[in-house]
């Protein structure tokens, strides 16, 4: 069986690099990081991840703002309170929760964020940053992938790296920052005929779609490394990824679980990209 990419265990080690800059700022500076995270309606998952980002800031030190709006806030409400944000000096960092509801226009809402405090690198002019190769802030998640690669020492240098799927959230960024360590990278997505044939090619498969069991063992090349971005909910409401963990751990020489992989990743990444906006402002 692969080894385990413990995200978990990861995580805690970054929250706790960030808790002890967290300190040094305050001394240096006079006050701490403070991350606002919005939440727009009652989404459930969207509480659960928000819950869990106010935690950690908590555990880090930092200060936190949660503001919760109802689902029938208005986008001209919304973006009023986001224009108050950028311009409060106490805020460094501002995260809307996505997605929004349907009467809202998210890319409205991500534009309106003023891009030094835009902690999940979603405004157009940090995924330009991104893709022209500037240093600038990194979407929360791929840069958690990045990072869980890293900790196992993988080696992506002229390795074939799949990505599957291609959000604005994962599955974009995360091919640009492989690319970046000089990897051969293939998207594939819910149009790619014969997906199996492109993933066994992956030294690299990190999956980011949404489906519970997409990727089986047979679709896995022998000795793979497996990153799952899934999040979904089986038929008894029990959280599992886009791969079907038994058979693909059999094949790959390192996995990610669900959970306990990405997902906590996500948020410690979310304290780095807070300290960063915090760092750029004072
Ligand atoms: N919804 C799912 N993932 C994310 C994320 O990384 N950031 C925000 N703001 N919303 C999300």
Redesign the pocket.
Known sequence: MGNILDGKALSAVVKDEVRSEVAELEKKYGRKPCLCVIIVGENPA?QV?VRNKVKAAAYTGMESLLIELPASVSEEELLRKISELNSDDSVDGI?????LPKHIDEEKVIDAIAPEKDV?G?HPSNVAGLWLGKDCIV???PAGVMRLLDSAGIDLCGKTAVVVGRSN?VGKPVAKLLLDRNATVVIAHSRTADLGAVTRQADVLVVAVGRAGLITGDMVKPGAVIIDVGMNRDAEGKLCGDVDFASCSEKASWITPVPGGVGPM?IAM?MKNTIRCFRARV
């Open positions: 969207s991840y995260l809307v929760q996505l997605p999940d979603f979407p929360c998640t959230i996500t979310l």
